[in-house]
């Protein structure tokens, strides 16, 4: 009896300590984008959303690399496109600040929660907004994602593409966008400034005046 409890137990060891280098090897492997050697670890029974000592899973670290292949094989085999890592940083969220659109379609088909936010308070549109993600803004702005939900600083994604934008093309085109899907141009931030006021005070002349036409004050 003992012997066969001692067995067990070496069993149960030696299986722990496979899945945990199964998990270690499916992450790096995600992390450096190495297609094949993600395919040959999931079909040996790498655990698809185990977590690294970040908190990270695979397709968050594929995002990461942005290597969208293997985050689109992570995700057909049911990577958790929500699971947000010890920064609350998720596969979804990531994407859409950096603006790998082709992850956020993917996340998004596997049921990306457009209510969740980053650490700083921010849903997927925010960020994509700051940082000129045209393509990504299109593609959120064509979901439910709130348009006018407020971050930690008290921004809209109106306000961040304004205050973050440079009032070039890429930010014209999102702050049109804005408009067009509905965003109320009035929400001032935490002191009262309202988007075209700061608009103006940065010289975007073309921004200020798509928000002028569009009721803004």
Known sequence: MQRRSLVLALCGAACATRALA????LIDAAARGDLPAVRRLLDTGAPVNAR???GRNAVLAATQGGHTEVARLLVARGADV????????SAFLLAGARGHTEIVRAALAAGADLASTNRYGGTALIPACHYGHVDTVR????TKIDVNHVNNLGWTALLEAVILGNGGPAHSEIVRMLIAAGADVNIADRDGVTPLQHAVRRGQQRVAEMLRQAGGR
Request: proline share 0%.
């Open 52 to 54: 690294d000592s970040r």
């Open 22 to 25: 199964q998990t270690t090897s």
């Open 139 to 142: 593609l959120l702005l064509a």
């Open 82 to 89: 929500n699971a947000q890592d010890d920064i609350r940083d």
